[in-house]
């Protein structure tokens, strides 16, 4: 069965640092995708980045970066410059593509705290 | 223009009692998934419909019944309510593959 590991329950980084948020998964399959969804108190989920598996090149959006190391099984997540309007939870998601229902397999989330 | 949207936000209700949530999307995106996040922040796909088709049931119990009435549109339907079934459920939809998903702000259900 394919699972998704988020080691780190709670996390904090003192505002405009770097933080690092980990997610491992486990799967046999080759054609996948990852996902950083981030929900803040307001419970909205938001697509925060992806990433193809067959990409070797790391996915970036502005100060949110991933650290794809697919041998591994290894997906984490940097956010530099981290403002207070990052303090949320953090979901790592996987996407099993030979799957004909492309549903999401979330790990159990890391909640980020921003000290201001 | 809310993408996704589910009604209602909050709903309290009875043990034993009968309730539905809506969910409806404008951005014409043929799957559609209801998603169950618990007390512990959770999240576990429940069910995916493509095109009004049933694609995924998740050994989620008979009681509930998701319903497809056109690809704009899944509910969920939830019979003969028990207290485990509090949580914050949420409708989701999907484009292409190459894309990620919409989620619809969530319906948190409080089974008293």
């Known amino acids: 069965a394919q699972t998704v590991t988020q080691s780190q329950p709670e996390m904090s980084v003192q505002e405009a640092e770097t933080v690092t948020l980990s997610c491992t998964y486990d799967?046999?399959?080759?054609?996948?995708?990852l996902f950083w969804y981030k929900q803040p108190p307001s419970r909205q989920m938001i697509l925060v980045i992806r990433?193809?598996?067959?990409?070797?090149q790391n996915a970036t959006e502005n100060r949110f970066s991933v650290n794809f190391q697919k041998a591994a099984k290894s997906f984490s997540l940097k956010i530099s410059d981290s403002q207070l309007g990052d303090a949320a939870m953090y979901f790592c998601a996987y996407r099993n593509d030979m799957d004909s229902s492309y549903k999401l397999i979330f790990g159990s989330g890391t909640r980020l705290l921003v000290r201001p | 223009d809310t993408a996704v949207s589910q009604t209602p936000k909050y709903l309290v209700t009875q043990m034993g009692n009968d309730k539905s949530i809506k969910c409806e999307q404008n951005?014409?995106?043929?799957?559609m998934y209801w998603y169950k996040q618990d007390s512990k922040k959770f999240l576990k796909i429940m069910f995916s419909y493509n095109n009004k088709e049933l694609i995924i049931n998740e050994t989620v119990p008979n009681r509930f019944s998701p319903k497809s009435p056109d690809k704009a549109h899944l509910n969920l339907h939830i019979n003969s309510l028990e207290l485990g079934d509090s949580a914050v459920y949420f409708c989701?939809?999907?484009?292409?593959?190459?894309?990620?998903?919409?989620f619809g702000s969530g319906t948190r259900l409080t089974v008293v």
């Open positions: 989701a939809s999907r484009a292409g593959t190459a894309y990620g998903y919409t």
């Open positions: 990433q193809e598996a067959y990409k070797q």
């Open positions: 951005l014409g995106h043929d799957t």
């Open positions: 799967t046999s399959e080759s054609d996948y995708y």
